[in-house]
């Protein structure tokens, strides 16, 4: 993989790790490093291979070569090598790595190599293992990814996380915080998700007023929501991507229970997810009116069968995915949504009427409105 080249958008690159990481991915499908002597960003993945190359040889020399790669910064792991990269973590030798993810490599136990690579500045990986307090020895963290396999599994960050004078991101797929750690937040925090059972109290919203994006996970909430202050959320001003995830089945289907808590939304957010919120259609008025929404994204999170429009809302929203709805009838006209240009229903079985835009995709949705999309 060539240099990205001293332009602007490498510039912006290198200050976000979280666009560094995605972009490594986006450039990785389709490339080869048949020589990595003194390469700085390597990328492994598992789909390259011929049909006839033993994959004995082909892993046994790829940890070969990658345990001689000292002056490697960024190394991306993609594919299918989980069994076979993974006996001697060769890459955890890289001790300048300043960028290491491995999201597909799945770590048992925390690999208390990881601790000398002082330098890190991104780290992702998947486990379901407890996160060790020594986690604050890399001072110069900045973004952690944690990936879990285990939905039911939910890692306790350490106290000592905040101890990491560099951190701007934290990303779980459901974590907890311990108690006494909210008021321990470093105000320059940009990145807490996904929460579990995250009390949105005043007190607790002085530490996080700098959050950019943030995710909360409630699985079991009485009918309002009082408990946890959800009519609070309003009140982070900076905020600019939300993800509200209510049920126990999140991601892999419709939520259990019935949920229908009291929400409020920041006036700045950009892009809103909501999962198993089961409001109703006139509570729609309150998402609508977000002035800069341009992604929005619904799993069962209302309830009814017509949804009405009001003229007016959603002005610059661009992105509208809906799944798992029971929802019937969508009477809108395109003038609805001045703004839109992608539409993705899924599993809306029952829905006959869908509005006219620049482009509908389907899936598993009723013949009806398939006719009316064509």
């Not at 996160?131 to 990814?145: A, D, G």
């Not at 001003?237 to 019935?258: A, D, I, Q, R, T």
């Amino acid at each position: 993989m060539g240099g990205i080249g001293k332009t602007t958008l490498a510039s912006n690159i290198y200050d976000d790790p979280l666009s560094f990481m995605c972009i490594m991915k986006l450039s990785a499908m389709n490339t080869c490093l048949p020589d990595t002597n003194g390469q700085r960003r390597l990328i492994v993945h598992g789909y390259s291979l011929e049909d006839d190359y033993p994959l004995s040889n082909f892993f046994g020399a790829i940890n070969d070569t990658l345990e001689s790669e000292s002056f490697a910064r960024s190394f991306l792991h993609i594919g299918g090598f989980d069994n076979h990269l993974s006996s001697r973590y060769p890459y955890l030798g890289f001790r300048l790595l300043r960028v290491l993810d491995v999201a597909e490599k799945i770590f048992y136990s925390f690999p208390e190599q990881l601790l000398e690579l002082h330098d890190l500045i991104c780290l992702a990986f998947t486990s379901d293992a407890k996160l060790p307090c020594s986690i604050s020895l890399l001072k110069n963290l900045q973004t952690l990814i944690v990936h879990q396999k285990d939905l039911s599994c939910l890692l306790t960050l350490p106290l000592e996380i905040w101890e990491m004078p560099q951190l701007r991101h934290i990303c779980f797929t459901r974590c907890v915080l311990p108690d006494g750690a909210v008021s321990s937040i470093p105000r320059s925090l940009e990145t807490l998700s996904v929460v579990r059972d995250f009390k949105c109290t005043d007190e607790n919203f002085k530490t996080i007023q700098n959050l950019r994006k943030l995710g909360l996970s409630y699985e079991y909430i009485a009918s309002s929501g009082q408990w946890y202050c959800l009519n609070n959320l309003e009140q982070l001003n900076k905020l600019e991507n939300l993800k509200c995830l209510f049920g126990v089945s999140y991601p892999y289907g419709p939520s259990v229970g019935g949920f229908s808590p009291k929400l409020s939304f920041p006036p700045n957010l950009k892009k809103l997810t909501l999962y198993g919120s089961r409001l109703t259609w006139e509570d729609m008025t309150l998402i609508g009116s977000l002035p800069k929404l341009e992604v929005l994204k619904l799993y069962n999170a209302f309830e009814g069968a017509v949804w009405e429009p009001v003229g007016g809302e959603f002005p610059r929203l661009k992105y509208l995915k809906l799944k798992f709805m029971d929802l019937m009838q969508w009477e809108a006209e395109e003038t609805n949504f001045p703004s839109l240009r992608r539409l993705i229903l899924k599993q809306c079985r029952w829905l006959k009427e869908i509005p006219t835009l620049q482009l509908i995709q389907l899936d598993d949705c009723s013949l009806d409105a398939v006719t009316l999309s064509e």
